[in-house]
């Protein structure tokens, strides 16, 4: 018996010396000391011992089983504090290392043309506004001389919120509001989102419009000519010509509509241009005195030019941008080449 007893301690105490992390100590543990382990079968085997070797052998065995538990706690306490320390080490962060350096978003495209086009036209001393997208039918059509069921309403397929307010289907309904609220000389464009029910590769029911109004005394065609030109070249190229068609808007008269020339070809006629070698742009003309009147400015007095066009339609002759669709996709893929 005492034997077994040397040989279980020894080969305990030895694994125990052995162990090299907490989970194998928790193993020997259940070995020696769990309900079916070694040391416990022991304890009840004392029933057989004879009754006059019980005290010393209880002793012994009580002893051991010290001795094994101490062991135990002992390497239990070593082994934790490594695992804690090696824990630790592992989770360590040096802060005073360089980052990793962050990656950077880019601006939208049409961001990037519109804060392009507000820069070309502050250099020429127009000022910036903003204005309602939800907007009342006075100023989106009824001052802009687009009265209640006249059929002019029918160029523009309007999303009618009730029957006086609007999505705004046009950036020149802020044309009637500066009209109203500000006295001439008036230099002002208008970047805003406008809304059509209108849906194909070159529409989108949502999209962005550019507008611009000057008033003053002696406002001609020549000065919409020159600002429209100085602007096509700055946007676009320095040989880019520009031109201009009779048109028709409410709001005009005379109206036009304006051409470039084509800027992937210059001129020479490709697939962007179907082989004219101009791409039509915006809508412009002198405001119409009608306009003026009923904005209350006195047309004997003022004269002004108003022009109007799509941010999305510069972008996308600007950029080679096939669909319209793909400024409002918000695909990253799309997006990372304007940076
Ligand atoms: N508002 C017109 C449209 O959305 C564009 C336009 C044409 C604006 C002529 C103007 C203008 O200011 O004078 O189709």
């Given at each position: 018996?005492?034997?077994?007893?040397?040989?279980?301690?020894?080969?305990?105490?030895?694994?125990?010396?052995?162990a090299?992390?907490?989970?194998?100590?928790?193993?020997?543990?259940?070995?020696?000391?769990?309900?079916?382990g070694?040391?416990?079968?022991?304890?009840?085997?004392?029933?057989n011992?004879?009754?006059e070797?019980?005290?010393?052998?209880?002793?012994?065995v009580?002893?051991?089983?010290?001795?094994?538990?101490?062991a135990l706690?002992?390497?239990?306490?070593?082994?934790?504090?490594?695992?804690?320390?090696?824990?630790?080490?592992?989770?360590?962060?040096?802060?005073?290392?360089?980052?990793?350096?962050?990656?950077?978003?880019?601006?939208?495209?049409?961001?990037?043309?519109?804060?392009?086009?507000?820069e070309?036209?502050?250099?020429?001393?127009?000022?910036?506004?903003?204005?309602?997208?939800?907007?009342?039918?006075?100023?989106?059509?009824?001052?802009?001389?687009?009265?209640?069921?006249?059929?002019?309403?029918?160029?523009?397929?309007?999303?009618?919120?009730?029957?006086?307010?609007?999505?705004?289907?046009?950036?020149?309904?802020?044309?009637?509001?500066?009209?109203?609220?500000?006295?001439?000389?008036?230099?002002?464009?208008?970047?805003?989102?406008?809304?059509?029910?209108?849906?194909?590769?070159?529409?989108?029911?949502?999209?962005n419009?550019?507008?611009?109004?000057?008033?003053?005394?002696?406002i001609t065609?020549?000065?919409?000519?020159?600002?429209?030109?100085?602007?096509?070249?700055?946007?676009?190229?320095?040989?880019?010509?520009?031109?201009?068609?009779p048109?028709?808007?409410?709001?005009t008269?005379?109206?036009?509509?304006?051409?470039?020339?084509?800027?992937?070809?210059?001129?020479k006629?490709?697939?962007?241009?179907?082989?004219?070698?101009?791409?039509e742009?915006?809508?412009?003309?002198?405001?119409?005195?009608?306009?003026?009147?009923?904005?209350?400015?006195?047309?004997?007095?003022?004269?002004?030019?108003?022009?109007?066009?799509?941010?999305?339609?510069?972008?996308m002759?600007?950029?080679?941008i096939?669909?319209?669709?793909?400024?409002?996709?918000?695909?990253?893929?799309?997006?990372?080449?304007f940076?």
């Amino acid at each position: 018996m005492k034997e077994k007893l040397d040989g279980i301690r020894l080969a305990a105490l030895g694994m125990i010396e052995e162990a090299r992390d907490t989970s194998r100590l928790n193993d020997i543990r259940v070995k020696y000391l769990g309900k079916s382990g070694e040391i416990s079968a022991i304890m009840r085997d004392m029933a057989n011992v004879p009754k006059e070797d019980r005290p010393a052998m209880g002793k012994l065995v009580n002893e051991m089983r010290g001795e094994v538990e101490n062991a135990l706690l002992l390497k239990t306490k070593t082994l934790s504090r490594l695992e804690e320390e090696r824990k630790l080490k592992a989770e360590e962060i040096d802060v005073t290392l360089p980052s990793g350096g962050k990656k950077l978003g880019t601006l939208h495209p049409l961001t990037l043309i519109k804060k392009e086009l507000i820069e070309i036209f502050a250099g020429m001393g127009f000022s910036v506004d903003e204005g309602p997208e939800i907007e009342s039918d006075l100023f989106n059509f009824q001052l802009l001389n687009i009265p209640k069921d006249h059929p002019s309403r029918d160029m523009q397929d309007t999303f009618y919120v009730n029957d006086n307010i609007v999505l705004r289907t046009q950036t020149s309904a802020m044309q009637a509001r500066i009209m109203t609220t500000t006295k001439p000389p008036i230099r002002v464009v208008v970047p805003g989102k406008v809304y059509r029910s209108d849906d194909d590769a070159s529409h989108s029911p949502i999209f962005n419009q550019f507008e611009g109004l000057a008033i003053d005394k002696h406002i001609t065609m020549g000065d919409l000519q020159g600002c429209l030109q100085t602007f096509a070249q700055k946007i676009f190229s320095k040989d880019t010509k520009v031109r201009l068609r009779p048109s028709y808007f409410p709001f005009t008269e005379p109206s036009v509509e304006v051409d470039v020339t084509c800027s992937m070809c210059h001129g020479k006629g490709c697939r962007v241009c179907k082989g004219t070698g101009w791409v039509e742009i915006l809508g412009a003309g002198i405001v119409n005195p009608a306009v003026l009147d009923m904005c209350g400015i006195d047309s004997s007095i003022y004269s002004g030019f108003a022009f109007g066009f799509g941010i999305d339609r510069i972008a996308m002759i600007k950029y080679g941008i096939p669909n319209i669709k793909l400024l409002y996709e918000n695909d990253v893929r799309f997006l990372k080449q304007f940076n």
